[in-house]
T-cell receptor, first 114, second 116 residues
Framework: AQSVAQPEDQVNVAEGNPLTVKCTYSVSGNPYLFWYVQYPNRGLQFLLKYITGDNLVKGSYGFEAEFNKSQTSFHLKKPSALVSDSALYFCAVRVPSGNTPLVFGKGTRLSVIA | KAGVTQTPRYLIKTRGQQVTLSCSPISGHRSVSWYQQTPGQGLQFLFEYFSETQRNKGNFPGRFSGRQFSNSRSEMNVSTLELGDSALYLC???????????????FGPGTRLTVL
């Protein structure tokens, strides 16, 4: 069965500093990996995905994520955090084959402090 | 293009009642998935509909049901509400089935259900 772990419930970072939100996964085979962000009273918004190819994926709002197969990780990064990046971030995984839904991590709350 | 819309946005019910939530996907999208979001459990998959057929179902009791209409709009129904059903219910649409392929899903703002 596939699973996703986001080991940190909360990440605090100062505005202008780099940020990292961690995600590790467990699947059989090669994964499709996604990052979504949720702002208060809003649904989830797609940030980026890894399907195949280059391990460094660039997405919306200056975010990027690095796929590391040996460490089964897909950490979300941004070189310089903004206060407006404060939100709830979800990592999700799906196996390409079969009829399986996206499995989400429990989410990490990012707070960017001015 | 208009996004995914969900109605109502907020709902208060009492235990034992039933509730129906509605989701209109992005125009042209034929797949609709439903998720339950709670602080303790995170996002849990409820079910997915594609072209009016249920393709996949999560691990929820039979009190949770859904359907999809020919215009791709979807409804989910919860009967005999329990306190633990209080949650944010999110709907997501995609052009291809959400449970296959590499396409991302587009989420609505959710319906906040409170059961008293």
């Amino acid at each position: 069965a596939q699973s996703v772990a986001q080991p940190e419930d909360q990440v605090n970072v100062a505005e202008g500093n780099p940020l990292t939100v961690k995600c590790t996964y467990s699947v059989s085979g090669n994964p499709y990996l996604f990052w979504y962000v949720q702002y208060p009273n809003r649904g989830l918004q797609f940030l980026l995905k890894y399907i195949t190819g280059d391990n460094l994926v660039k997405g919306s709002y200056g975010f990027e994520a690095e796929f590391n197969k040996s460490q089964t990780s897909f950490h979300l990064k941004k070189p310089s955090a903004l206060v407006s990046d404060s939100a709830l971030y979800f990592c999700a995984v799906r196996v390409p084959s079969g009829n399986t839904p996206l499995v989400f991590g429990k989410g990490t709350r990012l707070s960017v402090i001015a | 293009k208009a996004g995914v819309t969900q109605t109502p946005r907020y709902l208060i019910k009492t235990r034992g009642q039933q509730v129906t939530l509605s989701c209109s996907p992005i125009s042209g999208h034929r797949s609709v998935s439903w998720y339950q979001q709670t602080p303790g459990q995170g996002l849990q998959f409820l079910f997915e509909y594609f072209s009016e057929t249920q393709r996949n179902k999560g691990n929820f009791p039979g009190r949770f049901s859904g359907r999809q209409f020919s215009n791709s709009r979807s409804e989910m129904n919860v009967s005999t509400l329990e306190l633990g059903d209080s949650a944010l219910y999110l709907c997501a649409s995609s052009y291809v089935p959400g449970t296959s392929g590499d396409s991302e899903q587009f989420f609505g703002p959710g319906t906040r259900l409170t059961v008293l």
